[in-house]
């Protein structure tokens, strides 16, 4: 009752005349301050009742409890009750019905009979509590199986999915060590070699040298020349690097093939601003292409021109005079086109090696690009690019450094060859390599 009369009160205040004299004022507050007085009796009255009512409450609980306890304690599966019991010998199910003066009832469904075996194994302890079963989304499910069956070995500096044969590992090893000479050669082909030191780049979280690019694309080039026809040229970054100051001469006699009307394509790996990225010269299409995987790296505009002056310096070789007798300044004039699907990086130091994973996947960019985007692991690609380096059969110094580090292990050299002969045998997986033991 006291909130009503305090909020008829605080009501009356606000329609009090101005004429009112301090008196008045005096009496309002004292009536104010007794109507609250009044609200904090009740208040600590109605505290009071819920307490008591609580209490109450909980003894009622734990006497229902106390009784409950009592009426259970002497049953057992099949024995009679004065209440009624009732048991299911087909199903295995034990109802009790139990009826009070008060009547209300109680009901009790029990687990199946157990089996001897089952009860003998209990008494001897072998019985565990099952721990709760999980409930995974079937994507947590899925992903949780894959890194269950997905197993990591360790390869020298790599740590990798894919298994390595003896002979790997111990080139691997071998390559990486860095207590070894820096300037010993790992790499040489007709014109160019590759030390310790250059090859090093290829080691987990670093940036690929423009000599592992040039070692590559020295590779893809002989390849070519073995074909009947070559629709394909590779140049080496040191041409978009130098441009102009590069010789002519060189690049005609090494990279480029006497028939001009063969060539499709022309792949130039361009490093800018510590960046490498990919142009493609389609000569049937008539564009100039552009494969960035850090496209935001670079200024388009920076960008465009780099490969506009790459484009003069290819027209200057000559080389596009023959190709259908057509003008100079042909690759110049191509359509400039930037290859919104490219595959994207996921660091910064992997441009290198997405440049030469494309150019040796060359006959089938697209397919390549689009495997590339769905899975691209940066040490499996480190190590297979170290792998086909070291064991192309373009490489003059193979079998001498295959020889050199299996004496240094002390293995038995005829049997570690022929592992490496049986192992070398590629599965083909699309653009994929993997070599199994």
Known sequence: MALPKLLCFCCSLDKRTPESNGSNEINQMSKLYSLMEELKVNQLALKNDMEQNISELRRSLDSLTDWLMEKFATIRPGDPCESGMKHNKDKGVEVINISTDSSCSLSRTTAPKMTDKAASARKKGKVG?????????????????????????????????????????????????????????????????????????????????????????????????????????????????????????NIRRVYCSEDFNDCEKIFVPILLDNHFFLSVFDLKKEVKQIWDSYPNFLDPGRREEKLSQVAKALDSLVMVKIIKKLEVNLLESFTTEIVVNAPRQKNGVDCGLFVTKLMRNSGCLDDCARKMKKKFESQDERLDLALYLLNNKENEIKDVLHRKVVMESGEDIDEVEGTAERSETPKKDGNFTTYKL
């Open 129 to 249: 509590v099952k721990p709760p079963v999980k409930v995974r989304s079937p994507i947590l499910t899925r992903r949780y199986n894959e890194m269950r069956n997905k197993r990591i070995y360790s390869i020298g500096p790599f740590t990798t999915s894919s298994r390595a044969c003896p002979m790997d590992l111990i080139l691997i090893t071998h390559v990486f060590d860095q207590s070894k000479d820096e300037c010993e050669e790992l790499v040489r082909s007709p014109w160019f070699n590759l030390n310790r030191a250059q090859f090093k780049g290829l080691a987990p979280d670093l940036m690929l040298s423009s000599q592992v690019i040039t070692m590559c694309v020295d590779f893809l080039t002989l390849e070519e020349f073995r074909k009947e026809k070559r629709v394909r040229w590779f140049l080496p970054p040191a041409f978009s690097m130098s441009v102009r100051g590069y010789s002519e001469e």
